[in-house]
C-alpha cells in the first residue's frame, strides 16, 4: 500500500546512546518532515525537507540531525539521547507546492521513543 | 510566526449527540489552508477535513462541518451524531499557501464520547 512507513515502531535507549529512525514514502512527495508529539503539546516541527537536497531547521531541531537520502527517504538521527527526548515521533510527507499539496500531509505510524 | 490554539484539552459527547471542537489561529498571510486531524489510539493520524481560506463556503465530510469565519481567525469542527468511533484526540492544523508549506498544530483536544 502507497504511504509513509517508519521504523522502528518502538524503541527504548539508555542515555547517550544514539540511533537513527528511518522514514520512507513511496508517493513521489517532493517535501518530508519529522514532528516530536508530547502530551499536551500536540504536534512540534524537528526539521523538514521542502525537496531532494535540502533539509531545514522547525521549531525544535536542538539534539536532532536530518538527511534526505534521496526523494524517497528521510531518516532522523540523535546523536546523543536523552530523557527530554522521550517522544512519539512522526514522520510525514507532502506534494510540497504541488496540487495535492492542499490536501495535506500524509503521516507514518509514529515511533514510540524512551530514553531512561 | 503562526500559532494555533484549541482552547479545550478535552471535551465529552454523548453518542449521537453533536459536538463543537474550537480553533483559533493568527496569521497575518490571506492565502492558507485550514486541517482538522484525528488521532485514535492507534496513534495514526487521519486527515479529517480541510478548508482554503480563499473559499467562503464552511467544508463538509459526511458528519463533520466546520464553522470557518476568517476575519475572526475561528475554524471550529462540528460532529453530528456522535459515535463511539469519533472517540479521538482533534488537531486543529494550519498552512500557508507555497513556501515550506509547514503544517502548524494546535494542542489538541481529547474527545470522549459516551455511550
Known amino acids: 500500500n502507497a504511504g509513509v512507513t517508519q521504523t522502528p515502531k518502538f524503541q527504548v535507549l539508555k542515555t547517550g546512546q544514539s540511533m537513527t529512525l528511518q522514514c520512507a514514502q513511496d508517493?513521489?512527495?517532493?517535501?518530508m518532515y519529522w514532528y516530536r508529539q508530547d502530551p499536551g503539546m500536540g504536534l512540534r516541527l524537528i526539521y523538514y525537507?521542502?525537496?531532494?537536497?535540502?533539509?531545514d531547521k522547525g521549531e525544535v531541531p536542538n539534539g536532532y540531525n536530518v538527511s534526505r537520502l534521496n526523494k524517497r527517504e528521510f531518516s532522523l538521527r540523535l546523536e546523543s539521547a536523552a530523557p527530554s527526548q522521550t517522544s512519539v515521533y512522526f514522520c510525514a510527507s507532502s506534494d510540497g507546492a504541488g496540487f495535492l499539496a492542499d490536501y495535506g500531509y500524509t503521516f507514518g505510524s509514529g515511533t514510540r521513543l524512551t530514553v531512561v | 510566526a503562526q500559532t494555533v490554539t484549541q482552547s479545550q484539552p478535552e471535551m465529552s459527547v454523548q453518542e449521537a449527540e453533536t459536538v463543537t471542537l474550537s480553533c483559533t489561529y493568527d496569521t497575518s498571510e490571506s492565502d492558507y489552508y485550514l486541517f482538522w486531524y484525528k488521532q485514535p489510539p492507534s496513534r495514526q493520524m487521519i486527515l479529517v477535513i480541510r478548508q482554503e481560506a480563499y473559499k467562503q463556503q464552511n467544508a463538509t465530510e459526511n458528519r463533520f462541518s466546520v464553522n470557518f469565519q476568517k476575519a475572526a481567525k475561528s475554524f471550529s469542527l462540528k460532529i453530528s451524531d456522535s459515535q463511539l468511533g469519533d472517540a479521538a484526540m482533534y488537531f486543529c492544523a494550519f498552512r500557508t499557501q507555497g513556501g515550506s508549506e509547514k503544517l502548524v498544530f494546535g494542542k489538541g483536544t481529547k474527545l470522549t464520547v459516551n455511550p
Open positions: 525537507s521542502a525537496s531532494e537536497g535540502t533539509t
Open positions: 508517493m513521489n512527495h517532493n517535501s
